[in-house]
């Protein structure tokens, strides 16, 4: 088995990040505080700033730290599950708040027909439900089309 390749972005790879998380969700996240790495079909991870004393070209890792989510084209991110729960506590943008009904819906994999006011059409936005934050899904004409894993379903 191939070990996938994983590569520490630099200080200016690290802050187009950040910019992309400000211009699709008006949240300043400061990734400055994290090693911030970049998989295979860009996927980001971010871990603690020791794991730059590892040598992570010798260890035979699938990935290290947190996924935070997948770089999208024209500067967009899908966000995890968990990178939804770091960023959507301040998200200004991009966010829906569901009813419990809608939660229900959600939850249990389908999709919504809901048409939200602060969002981008075509773009990730994050769910929430009351003060929990669901994760992220994809907005279209038709509604919220439901990203949720299977794994996470209800």
Known sequence: ???KI??????????KIEKIIKKNYEVDFDLSNYSVL???????????????????????????????????????IRLTIEGSQLIGKEA???FVELNEDETK??????SLQIAPSNCDMHNFVIIK??????????????????????SRRV
């Open 92 to 94: 200004k943008k991009n």
């Open 129 to 150: 439900s009351g003060k929990n934050i669901l994760g992220s899904s994809l907005l279209t004409e038709k509604g919220i089309k439901n990203l949720l894993p299977i």
């Open 105 to 110: 819906k959600f939850m249990s994999g389908s």
């Open 38 to 76: 970049i998989g295979p079909e860009d996927k980001i991870w971010i871990a603690s700033r020791e794991i730059l004393n590892a040598d992570i070209e010798k260890l035979d890792v699938n990935s290290i730290g947190m996924n935070l989510g997948k770089l999208k084209k024209n500067e967009k």
């Open 6 to 15: 994983l590569t520490i972005l630099a200080s200016k790879e690290r802050k």
């Open 1 to 3: 088995m191939q070990a």
